[in-house]
């Protein structure tokens, strides 16, 4: 069936780790998406791509780094840097003009 | 840049009953979609109902049903027939239907949500 596949659902991190959310689609399409969602916070934009091999800084890019080299592909890490990483991911994808935006199940990342 | 704002942080419904979410929203552009996506406890978002800003008519999908005011910036999703089921975060959001206006290359935006209850 076609979707898009976060993994992991579940991930504990200690302070000054780099982990990495995966994302991949089988649906072809071209746009891809990350967003965090916080309580009463909605969700935020934290980068987003195109088309492989280009990706945008979104509203909350800061300690975050993303990559694109497949089309299928829009890992997420989570860098040290990001000063408050305990939330919950979306990855979504679409295409590239209108309509709507489809999504994983979510990675829910706690820092200890 | 284009905001969207749900004034009702929560909202209670009984089993049965109709409930009515709002949402207004800010934008220059003429051409958009905007949606309503659904949020249950198990955080997957499902997309509830869409509509295309160029379309006058009112998009319906069973139960749920909009009522798009282009004018007026205001996009509000009604449930019918009210299950216990419905019982959710709902969000509202809007996107450009054109990619690179604005910068926003075709992002979702979306508001601050609306969580619904169903009382039996």
């Known amino acids: 069936d076609g979707g898009i596949t976060q993994s992991p659902k579940y991930l504990f991190r200690k302070e000054g780790q780099n982990v990495t959310l995966s994302c991949e689609q089988n649906?072809?399409?071209?746009?891809m998406y990350w967003y965090r969602q916080d309580p009463g916070q909605g969700l935020r934009l934290i980068y987003y791509?195109?088309?492989?091999?280009?990706?945008q800084k979104g509203d909350i890019a800061e300690g975050y780094s993303v990559s694109r080299e497949k089309k299928e592909s829009f890992p997420l890490t989570v860098t040290s840097a990001q000063k408050n990483p305990t939330a919950f991911y979306l990855c979504?994808?679409?295409?590239?003009?209108?309509?709507?935006?489809?999504f994983g199940e979510g990675s829910r990342l706690t820092v200890l | 840049a284009q905001t969207v704002t749900q004034s009702q942080p929560e909202m209670s419904v009984q089993e049965a009953e109709t409930v009515t979410l709002s949402c207004t929203y800010d934008?220059?552009?003429?051409?958009?979609?905007l949606f309503w996506y659904k949020q249950p406890p198990s955080r997957q978002m499902i997309l509830v109902i869409r509509?295309?800003?160029?379309?006058?008519q009112n998009a319906t999908e069973n139960r749920f049903s909009v009522n798009f005011q282009k004018a007026a910036k205001s996009f509000s999703l009604k449930i019918s027939d009210s299950q216990l089921g419905d019982a959710a975060m709902y969000f509202c959001?809007?996107?450009?239907?054109?990619?690179?206006?604005?910068?926003?290359?075709?992002?979702?935006?979306f508001g601050k949500g609306t969580k619904l209850s169903v009382k039996p």
């Open positions: 509509q295309e800003a160029y379309k006058q």
């Open positions: 959001a809007y996107r450009s239907s054109f990619p690179n206006y604005g910068g926003s290359q075709g992002n979702l935006i």
């Open positions: 791509s195109q088309i492989v091999n280009d990706f």
């Open positions: 934008t220059s552009e003429s051409d958009y979609y």
């Open positions: 979504a994808s679409g295409t590239g003009v209108g309509g709507e935006l489809f």
């Open positions: 649906l072809n399409h071209d746009a």
